[in-house]
């Protein structure tokens, strides 16, 4: 069994940053891959970006050089830092793990967080 409990997440003003966590517990051969997600008000879950075990990454094209994505392997740790942000990322941010290949599309993936609140707003 694996579990992904988020933590982070709030309010911050326009162009600033907040940190998402996600620790992960149980069979890590199931979490090779990990993700995150987030979803707006009366909008689909979409795809944030996607790391490897090995650390290859990838992002979507709203976030890109705006957002990074890191994982610490030896604490079971996912991290999403979120830099200039804005009101357009106010959403709820899930995080997601799988065993293998990053995806965009919230079907494939086995595990999810339990999702936290972020809020983009002067």
């Known amino acids: 069994q694996v579990q992904l409990v988020q933590s982070g997440g709030g309010l911050v003003q326009p162009g600033g940053s907040l940190r998402l966590s996600c620790a992960v517990s149980?069979?890590?051969?199931?979490?090779?891959?990990m993700a995150w997600f987030r979803q707006a008000p009366g909008q689909e879950r979409r795809f944030v970006a996607g790391?490897?075990?090995?650390?290859?990454?990838s992002y979507s094209a709203d976030v890109k050089g705006r957002f990074t994505i890191s994982r610490d392997n030896a604490k079971n740790t996912l991290y999403l830092q979120m830099d200039n942000m804005k009101p357009e990322d106010t959403a709820v941010y899930y995080c997601?793990?799988?065993?293998?290949?990053?995806?965009?599309?919230?079907?494939?993936?086995?595990?999810w967080g339990q999702g936290t609140q972020v809020i983009v707003s002067s």
């Open positions: 997601a793990a799988r065993a293998s290949t990053i995806a965009p599309v919230t079907t494939v993936y086995d595990y």
């Open positions: 149980g069979r890590t051969s199931s979490t090779n891959i």
């Open positions: 790391i490897s075990r090995a650390f290859a990454n």
